[in-house]
């Protein structure tokens, strides 16, 4: 099922750009076809983002997770001030638009240090902070489906709080998080787009620059679309292979409840 | 070796444990009984502080059960407890479950955790299921998995509350088998529990709470044959009735 759904999701596109190699007058693939030198170096122009995509992404993505991770500790953590400072970071990195987000570092935060921010990492600070606040609640809720049996179980043989988080909890939520935190890396993969707007060279600007000399906008974003599509699948593939690696050990949630309650004299 | 002073505890306007005094010896083996929402659980969960009492004092081995985050570990590690929902830790093997109290708590190594662990679920005699995952086990094995972990903390007590009400009947009496034996080797126990035969059996005293308040204890032959208390005669018709 899943395999067909992926056939025809590359297959769909890759007729597209065949039927248009017949050049009617709407359609100009010349721009890209890989036969022709000009199209192989307006291919390769393109081609040249996604280094920057990837690398943009993966910075975020690590980032949020520490910070994510960082904060989501004080999500659980069981005193009043600090899960207060917790909700307010979350709604507010949560609240903000993450293009307003790259703007406000990008333009905004030199002028309060004094200095310049290069693209890249002005980019990477607003949508890492942006990501945790999402990874923080995932990863808060993960902990609050653990039952509350296994937090006694760890606490009546003695473990320290943190021990208790660290071989009980954590990886019981982790585990559950895991389909919920994938979405939220295929997010920030398509997010990094937005890096396009202070000039980073990633495959949106790419695709914005090409079009802007060579008048073929259908062509050209459909090529960006692919880029994408590829990106994603690659993402949410191995994603799916580290579920299945780390959720392979856990059938369902112990405790078994064989339900009857007999009282047996 | 374990003494309530005058305990109170409220859940809201709830008085769920209405001043306590009890005490359990070396080597004592109690029985808590009495109806549903009688504060039996709460009762017991208050000795390793699952539970926080409001008034009077609990003294575990001399020490005062309290806010003190380090006296509760030491607390903790004494005493052991089974749940009636098992709760083992489903993403670790039944040997890892027994290995972790010994290796974090009690900083045990790692051989001698798992030469402890093999002698306990031999002891529970499921030695064959040292690999599997905890979902993978009957619900009496998991139960008996769960008093392994417990042993394995090489307590000084052992807390059960109702640990056979979530097992199917043919289970239940391969739990009861090993307790009986835990307590034939002389492990002082407090047991929340409805199987009379056991309390019988093994109990040097009964308990009966009523709403928070303990209405009747003394030895099993005196407690079942001759009870004082209308509501215990009640709950044991009630019980033996069924
Ligand atoms: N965390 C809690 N918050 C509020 N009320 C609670 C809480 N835990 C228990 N109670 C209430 O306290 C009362 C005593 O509960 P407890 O679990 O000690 O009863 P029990 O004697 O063990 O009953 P059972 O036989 O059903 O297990 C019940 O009425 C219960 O609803
Ligand atoms: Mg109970």
Redesign the interface.
């Known amino acids: 099922m899943k395999n067909r759904l992926y056939c025809f999701l590359i297959v769909l596109p890759v007729c597209l750009v065949l039927a248009g190699c017949a050049n009617s007058d709407k359609m100009g693939w010349y721009v890209i076809n890989p036969m022709l030198k000009k199209g192989r170096i307006n291919i390769e122009f393109l081609l040249s983002g996604v280094g920057w995509t990837i690398a943009l992404t993966l910075a975020c993505v690590t980032l949020a997770f520490i910070i994510g991770f960082a904060v989501s500790l004080a999500g659980i953590s069981e005193s009043r001030p600090v899960n207060w400072a917790y909700r307010i970071y979350v709604e507010i990195f949560r609240s903000i638009p993450p293009l307003v987000s790259i703007l406000w570092v990008y333009y905004g935060l030199p002028v309060l240090m004094g200095a310049d921010l290069n693209p890249f990492v002005s980019a990477t600070i607003a949508l890492s902070l942006y990501g945790s606040g999402f990874i923080a609640e995932i990863l808060r809720g993960g902990v609050q489906s653990v039952a509350r049996g296994q937090f006694e179980a760890a606490d009546s043989i003695g473990l320290t709080r943190f021990d208790k988080l660290r071989y009980v909890v954590l990886p019981q939520a982790i585990r559950r998080s895991l389909p919920a935190l994938g979405n939220q890396v295929v997010i920030m993969l398509k997010m990094s787009s937005l890096a396009a707007f202070i000039g980073v060279a990633e495959v949106v600007r790419r695709a914005n620059e090409l079009s802007v000399t060579e008048y073929r906008p259908l062509e050209i974003y459909t090529f960006l679309v692919l880029e994408y599509l590829v990106l994603v699948l690659v993402v949410s593939w191995g994603i799916r292979r580290l579920e299945k690696r780390l959720g392979a050990d856990e059938r369902h949630a112990g405790g078994g409840s064989t339900g009857s309650h007999g009282q047996t004299q | 070796m374990i003494e309530f002073r005058e305990v109170h505890k409220w859940f809201g306007d709830l008085h769920v444990l209405n001043d306590i005094n009890l005490k359990v010896h070396h080597g004592e083996r109690v029985v808590v009984c009495g109806p549903s929402g009688s504060g039996k659980s709460t009762l017991i969960r208050c000795i ?3 539970e926080q009492h409001e008034r009077g004092e609990i003294l575990v081995d001399g020490t005062a059960v309290s806010d003190s985050r380090q006296a509760m ?2 607390v ?2 004494d ?3 089974v ?1 009636q ?7 670790m093997s039944v040997l890892e479950n027994l290995k ?2 010994p290796i ?3 900083g045990v190594s790692q051989d001698d955790a798992t030469s402890r662990a093999r002698k306990y679920l031999e002891r529970v005699k499921i030695p064959e299921q040292a690999d599997k ?4 086990l009957s ?1 009496g094995q ?1 139960q008996r998995v769960a008093i392994a ?2 042993l394995c ?1 090489e307590p000084k007590v052992m807390l059960f509350d109702e640990p056979t ?5 043919e ?2 009496s391969e739990v009861l088998d090993t307790m009986i034996e835990l307590a034939d080797e002389g492990m002082t126990m407090v047991c929340v529990t ?4 056991f309390a019988k059996r093994v109990a040097d005293n009964v308990i009966f709470m009523d709403e928070g308040r303990i209405v009747e204890s003394g030895a099993p032959a005196e407690f079942f044959d001759n009870p004082r208390n209308e509501r215990t005669r009640e709950f044991l018709e009630k ?2 009735a ?1």
């Open positions: 390793n502080r699952l570990l030491d903790r590690r005493i052991g407890m749940f929902q098992f709760n083992l830790f489903p993403h972790l109290g974090r708590a009690l995952l905890p979902a993978q619900g998991q972990r417990s903390m009400s979530a097992l199917d009947p289970m239940i409805h199987e009379m035969g019980i033996i069924h």
